[in-house]
């Protein structure tokens, strides 16, 4: 099973709410990445946890809130966005580092604010 | 640190014509190199990977891609395109030492011409 499942598949949100992306993989993985990419572009890399420790933060600002409950599941709390902030958002894991590099990423969550 | 270079943002082919997407990447240590495709609306989806040992890769769906460590290349190449194939290509670096941060070229879109 290679999947990694995100909820939900659509949000649209006002600049006031708070809301939550959710991620789930059962492969195993240690790693686990939440990306945000813009329309034809490639996807930028937000946040990286690592045996459940936040490892990577890419200078994010905080109306974006990373959150590792366990292994298998990543969340993303979102609060007091912006418009600019509307794109798709990609979960990934990764069995980490070596041999197990590759990412496998979920369908994403595409987000609009309004 | 590492960086990739897709020099086609878009490529024409007729169906059932070959195809070469181009990438290089540029970096100090040893590398691990992936193709990624996205379909309209979904996610990323793993085509192939080179980690170590052969220098020709083979993937999923026809393609397959050359490692060239004194070109610091590694291009992808079906022989055959489908209508189906239609999509953004990403090529995608790590390094060994920092395997959790993959690096993202700019994509090539491929368009397949009936």
């Known amino acids: 099973d290679t999947e990694v499942t995100q909820t939900p598949k659509h949000l649209v949100m006002g600049m006031t709410n708070k809301k939550s992306l959710k991620c789930e993989q059962h492969?195993?993985?240690?790693?686990m990445y939440w990306y945000k990419q813009k329309a034809k572009k490639p996807p930028e890399l937000m946040f990286v946890?690592?045996?459940?420790?936040?490892?990577i933060n890419e200078s994010v600002p905080s109306r974006f809130s990373p959150e590792c409950p366990n292994s298998s599941l990543l969340n993303l709390h979102l609060h007091a966005l912006q418009p600019e902030d509307s794109a798709l958002y990609l979960c990934?894991?990764?069995?980490?580092?070596?041999?197990?590099?590759?990412?496998?990423f979920g369908p994403g969550t595409r987000l609009t604010v309004t | 640190a590492q960086s990739v270079t897709q020099l086609d943002s878009q490529v024409p082919v007729f169906e059932e014509a070959p195809v070469e997407l181009r990438c290089n990447y540029s970096s100090s240590v040893s590398v691990y190199l992936f193709w990624y495709v996205q379909y309209p609306n979904q996610g990323l989806q793993l085509l192939l990977k080179y980690l170590s040992g052969s220098t020709l890769v083979k993937g999923i769906n026809g393609f397959e891609a050359e490692f060239n460590k004194s070109q610091t290349s590694f291009h992808l190449r079906k022989p055959s395109v489908h209508i189906s194939d239609t999509a953004e290509y990403f090529c995608a670096v790590s390094d060994h030492s920092s395997a959790s941060k993959i690096i993202f070229g700019s994509g090539t879109r491929l368009s397949i011409r009936p």
């Open positions: 492969m195993g993985h240690r790693a």
């Open positions: 990934a894991s990764s069995q980490g580092q070596g041999e197990g590099a590759e990412q496998y």
């Open positions: 946890y690592s045996y459940e420790k936040l490892s």
